[in-house]
């Protein structure tokens, strides 16, 4: 600058100076970032080492269907809640200007208990409101939730039809069919096996003259089994009967007592 005084040269500003040292220092000292950015870089070096060192951030889970339905019904159930506390609240202040209305006209301040009734009016319209308004939530809690029931049935069978498709992917109709004439034709055969082994052979002769001999070892039997019996008496042995052994009918008339006699008079008397 004193060179360029001395032949006369335009100064520069003070501004072109002060760049031209900040220029010089930042060569000197390697050009560093500003600190605002380097503690950025920081930061993005810190994230990517905890993603895993790829330089991606990882992605939030995303929340299924059936809890965000959950969520949401039990954010209705707590504003319906809410809306019932208020309620109870404004049937109180109902109460208290009725209350209040009947003293005032019990003192004939009429303007006093009108006023007090139209207090109780407006909160009676609120109060209505808020019926009407918890009703309607209701209904969207119980439409959400017979929601997430019927998609958990339609998974459910979702995943039923899967399992039996995977299930019966192997299986072919025409080969069932195929091996149920099998076996009902090897059963066939097994059958007739068992009807011939069951027949008896008779190709040696031996079961022609059976029959006769049969019926004679059944007729000397016969007559064994009759020798054996006892004899049958020739002389018939009297048989005494039962009445022979009862006592002999009294042949007098009994006597009977007083009393009887009594009686037996009365009984004629009332026959007559």
Same mark, same amino acid.
């Given at each position: 600058?004193?060179?360029?005084?001395?032949?006369?040269?335009?100064?520069?500003?003070?501004?072109?100076?002060?760049?031209?040292?900040?220029?010089?220092?930042?060569?000197?000292?390697?050009?560093?970032?500003?600190?605002?950015?380097?503690?950025?870089?920081?930061?993005?070096?810190?994230?990517?080492?905890?993603?895993?060192?790829?330089?991606?951030?990882?992605?939030?889970?995303?929340?299924?269907?059936?809890?965000?339905?959950?969520?949401?019904?039990?954010?209705?159930?707590?504003?319906?809640?809410?809306?019932?506390?208020?309620?109870?609240?404004?049937?109180?202040?109902?109460?208290?200007?009725?209350?209040?209305?009947?003293?005032?006209?019990?003192?004939?301040?009429?303007?006093?208990?009108?006023?007090?009734?139209?207090?109780?009016?407006?909160?009676?319209?609120?109060?209505?409101?808020?019926?009407?308004?918890?009703?309607?939530?209701?209904?969207?809690?119980?439409?959400?939730?017979?929601?997430?029931?019927?998609?958990?049935?339609?998974?459910?069978?979702?995943?039923?039809?899967?399992?039996?498709?995977?299930?019966?992917?192997?299986?072919?109709?025409?080969?069932?069919?195929? +091996?149920? $004439? %099998?076996? /009902?034709? @090897?059963?066939?055969? *097994? &059958?007739?096996?068992?009807?011939?082994?069951?027949?008896?052979?008779?190709?040696?002769?031996?079961?022609?003259?059976?029959?006769?001999?049969?019926?004679?070892?059944?007729?000397?039997?016969?007559?064994?089994?009759?020798?054996?019996?006892?004899?049958?008496?020739?002389?018939?042995?009297?048989?005494?009967?039962?009445?022979?052994?009862?006592?002999?009918?009294?042949?007098?008339?009994?006597? +009977?007592? $007083? %009393?009887? /006699?009594? @009686?037996?008079?009365? *009984? &004629?008397?009332?026959?007559?």
């Amino acid at each position: 600058e004193r060179a360029r005084l001395r032949v006369g040269a335009p100064a520069r500003p003070a501004a072109q100076r002060q760049q031209r040292r900040r220029a010089a220092c930042g060569g000197a000292l390697g050009s560093a970032p500003p600190p605002g950015r380097a503690g950025a870089a920081g930061n993005m070096g810190n994230d990517k080492s905890k993603a895993g060192g790829k330089g991606t951030a990882v992605p939030a889970a995303k929340q299924p269907a059936v809890s965000r339905t959950v969520d949401q019904a039990s954010q209705i159930k707590a504003t319906i809640n809410r809306l019932g506390q208020r309620r109870d609240f404004l049937e109180k202040k109902m109460n208290q200007e009725l209350v209040q209305a009947k003293a005032k006209s019990q003192r004939n301040d009429k303007k006093g208990a009108l006023a007090h009734l139209k207090r109780k009016k407006v909160y009676e319209r609120e109060v209505e409101k808020i019926n009407n308004g918890m009703l309607n939530l209701e209904q969207q809690v119980m439409s959400i939730e017979s929601s997430s029931v019927t998609k958990d049935i339609i998974d459910a069978m979702k995943s039923g039809k899967t399992a039996l498709q995977q299930v019966t992917a192997g299986i072919d109709v025409d080969e069932v069919a195929d +091996l149920q $004439d %099998d076996i /009902a034709e @090897l059963q066939a055969n *097994q &059958a007739e096996i068992d009807e011939v082994i069951s027949t008896p052979m008779d190709g040696l002769g031996i079961g022609d003259d059976l029959e006769e001999e049969w019926a004679a070892l059944e007729a000397d039997m016969m007559e064994e089994e009759v020798s054996k019996l006892p004899s049958v008496p020739t002389t018939r042995t009297p048989v005494k009967s039962p009445v022979d052994s009862l006592p002999a009918a009294p042949t007098h008339t009994p006597k +009977l007592s $007083d %009393d009887d /006699a009594a @009686l037996a008079e009365l *009984q &004629a008397a009332l026959e007559s």
